[in-house]
């Protein structure tokens, strides 16, 4: 993927110069979109994964407001005024779902009666599963990276939602490692784009997509 090119950017460039021709350029969003995502998915699936007691999760709360929530949010604002469709759907969809996570936890989780819990973010976590199985088909014109992230995400979305479902830890912790594949794969795409922006050319392949 060449340096200048984003994430599945749709811009149609026209032959007559219009008036948002003359403002800056925007810098490619996506690498931080793709941050934010990453490390609050990792934190959070260290947890789910069984590797840290589950006494420390609240960690993962101020992280899903300030950075997979509010950065991520930003980072698909900024990609509406690049003209990057997919992108903007995507980075702002993830970053409502971080700060939705955060307002369910602080706010709404205690007046769900025990029982009924398990099933509400069992259905949660499937709806967002949908989502990111269809926005897995765009993604195929994008780039492998992230297609690799939406695939995996997609999975992990769907193992969560069924382990929260049926109350099966052993199906959360799978889960929970699926999501630690997802962070890795999108950290790695992060890493590549900001690295091959700052130095001009194609340091590190994420494998375009487009034909």
Same mark, same amino acid.
């Given at each position: 993927?060449?340096?200048?090119?984003?994430?599945?950017?749709?811009?149609?460039?026209?032959? +007559?110069? %219009?008036?948002?021709?003359?403002?800056?350029?925007?810098?490619?969003?996506?690498? *931080?979109?793709?941050?934010?995502?990453?490390?609050? &998915?990792?934190?959070? %699936?260290? =947890?789910?994964?069984?590797?840290?007691?589950? @006494?420390?999760?609240?960690?993962?709360?101020?992280?899903?407001?300030?950075?997979?929530?509010?950065?991520?949010?930003?980072?698909?604002?900024?990609?509406?005024?690049?003209?990057?469709?997919?992108?903007? &759907?995507?980075?702002?969809?993830?970053?409502?779902?971080?700060?939705?996570?955060?307002?369910?936890?602080?706010?709404?989780?205690?007046?769900?009666?025990?029982?009924?819990?398990?099933?509400?973010? @069992? *259905?949660?976590?499937?709806?967002?599963?949908?989502?990111?199985?269809?926005?897995?088909?765009?993604? *195929?014109? !994008?780039?492998?990276?992230?297609?690799?992230?939406?695939? *995996?995400?997609?999975? !992990?979305?769907?193992?969560?939602?069924?382990?929260?479902?049926?109350?099966? #830890?052993?199906?959360?912790?799978?889960?929970?490692?699926?999501?630690?594949? &997802?962070?890795?794969?999108?950290?790695?795409?992060?890493?590549?784009?900001? #690295?091959?922006?700052?130095?001009?050319?194609?340091? =590190?392949? +994420?494998?375009?997509?487009?034909?």
């Amino acid at each position: 993927m060449a340096a200048s090119a984003r994430i599945g950017d749709d811009r149609i460039v026209s032959p +007559v110069e %219009s008036p948002a021709s003359t403002l800056p350029p925007v810098a490619n969003p996506a690498p *931080l979109g793709l941050a934010a995502f990453a490390l609050t &998915t990792f934190v959070l %699936s260290m =947890f789910n994964a069984g590797l840290l007691a589950a @006494g420390g999760e609240p960690v993962v709360f101020g992280l899903a407001l300030a950075y997979g929530g509010l950065a991520q949010l930003l980072a698909g604002l900024w990609e509406f005024r690049a003209g990057n469709t997919f992108g903007a &759907t995507a980075f702002c969809s993830y970053g409502a779902f971080w700060l939705s996570f955060w307002a369910f936890v602080e706010f709404f989780e205690k007046s769900i009666p025990a029982a009924d819990a398990g099933h509400a973010v @069992g *259905l949660y976590l499937i709806a967002w599963g949908i989502f990111t199985a269809y926005m897995f088909i765009p993604s *195929l014109r !994008t780039t492998m990276a992230i297609s690799v992230v939406f695939a *995996l995400l997609a999975l !992990t979305f769907i193992v969560l939602g069924i382990g929260n479902a049926g109350g099966h #830890s052993g199906i959360i912790k799978i889960g929970g490692w699926l999501g630690l594949a &997802t962070a890795v794969a999108a950290w790695y795409a992060s890493f590549a784009e900001v #690295s091959n922006a700052t130095f001009g050319r194609t340091v =590190f392949p +994420v494998g375009p997509l487009r034909r």
